[in-house]
Nanobody, 126 residues
Framework: VNLVESGGGLVQAGASLRLSCTAS????????MAWFRQAPGKEREFVAG????????DYLDSVKGRFTISRDNANYTVSLQMNNLQPEDAAVYYC????????????????????WGQGTQVTVSS
């Protein structure tokens, strides 16, 4: 599975961005998907995840109510709608795919994800 992210950019605090991740291969439909982020000098952290059929989602506490993850299995994409962005949201955002096929839970552990995109930069000015 090859993953390509898009949609990052520079915005002011309070603005919105929508990140997209396009996957290659039919296997995408069976994988759990997630967004992680990594800011300079910090460890990579889980932001949001969604299981294979979209019935399960999970979010980092600090983004709950502001970020929404969704997926379109017909078009091999997963998206992250980010509203009311804050300077602390600034980071490189990575799309990841993994977990056993057809899992009904969301994994927060990055080591459980087998495939990663190259990342897209999100910068938020105050």
């Amino acid at each position: 599975v090859n993953l390509v992210e898009s949609g990052g950019g520079l915005v002011q605090a309070g603005a919105s961005l929508r990140l997209s991740c396009t996957a290659s291969g039919r296997a995408f439909r069976s994988y759990g998907m997630a967004w992680f982020r990594q800011a300079p000098g910090k460890e990579r952290e889980f932001v949001a995840g969604i299981n294979w059929d979209g019935q399960r989602t999970d979010y980092l506490d600090s983004v709950k109510g502001r970020f929404t993850i969704s997926r379109d299995n017909a078009n091999y994409t997963v998206s992250l709608q980010m509203n009311n962005l804050q300077p602390e949201d600034a980071a490189v955002y990575y799309c990841a795919a993994g977990l056993p096929a057809d899992a009904d839970y969301v994994e927060r552990n990055a080591s459980k994800y087998d495939y990663w995109g190259q990342g897209t930069q999100v910068t938020v000015s105050s």
